[in-house]
């Protein structure tokens, strides 16, 4: 089980911030600028949000464990225990590559600015619903440039296994004093209140 952290869609707290890190997509011919508000994808909790290669239902890798806005990318934290983890890892050292799968759920109107110089407008998403987090093939391009796995933890340490086999101590030896007299040899234990003299 390894875990990961993937920058996944930019974030924009305030309309000027949308104006600077929003990103150009093309969505059925539709050209926009496009960006998250900070609190966008709130509600991600209540369901789970798989972890998928190329966008494939069919293709589980794993599962979002925390979702956090940080600086200018909506940030996922996710584990690989599905049964494509391995192939997911494997892409995720060959390119690292991610793109996400959302449904727009509310989006500021649209605006501009003239000091931007965008001809086309921006779409600042106000909130969201996550519906999975894709690792991609070298030869596929995320939604948004930049969109990546930025950090990998180490595995998991297995938990050392214990061996059922019972090793055999000889039970300690009962305390006592051991008494010389007369040429006989007499030892005195205790065995909790009792006193035997053998």
């Known amino acids: 089980m390894r875990f990961f952290d993937a920058a996944f869609a930019p974030c924009a707290a305030t309309r000027r911030s949308a104006i600077r890190v929003a990103q150009f997509i093309m969505n059925g011919g539709e050209s926009a600028y496009e960006a998250f508000a900070p609190e966008a994808f709130q509600g991600w909790g209540q369901y789970d949000i798989p ?11 794993g ?9 200018d990318w909506h940030v996922a934290s996710f584990m690989l225990d599905g049964p494509y983890a391995n192939r997911a890892a494997l892409l ?4 690292g590559k991610v793109s996400p799968g959302f449904d727009p759920l509310e989006k500021d109107a649209r605006f501009a600015v ?5 001809h086309t407008p921006i779409h600042w998403h106000t909130r969201a619903k996550l519906n999975e987090i894709s690792i991609l093939s070298p030869s596929s391009s995320p939604w948004y440039v930049g969109a990546k796995v930025e950090r990998a933890y180490p595995p998991q340490p297995e938990a050392p296994r214990q061996s059922l086999a019972v090793r055999h101590q000889p039970e300690p030896e009962p305390e006592g004093e051991v008494i010389y007299g007369d040429g006989t040899l007499i030892r005195r234990y205790y065995d909790n209140v009792k006193i035997t003299i053998r």
């Open 92 to 95: 995720i050292e060959r390119c």
């Open 51 to 61: 972890i998928l290669i190329d966008h494939d239902g069919g293709k589980l890798a």
């Open 114 to 118: 003239p000091i931007t110089q965008h």
């Open 63 to 71: 599962k979002v464990t925390s979702l956090v806005a940080h600086g």
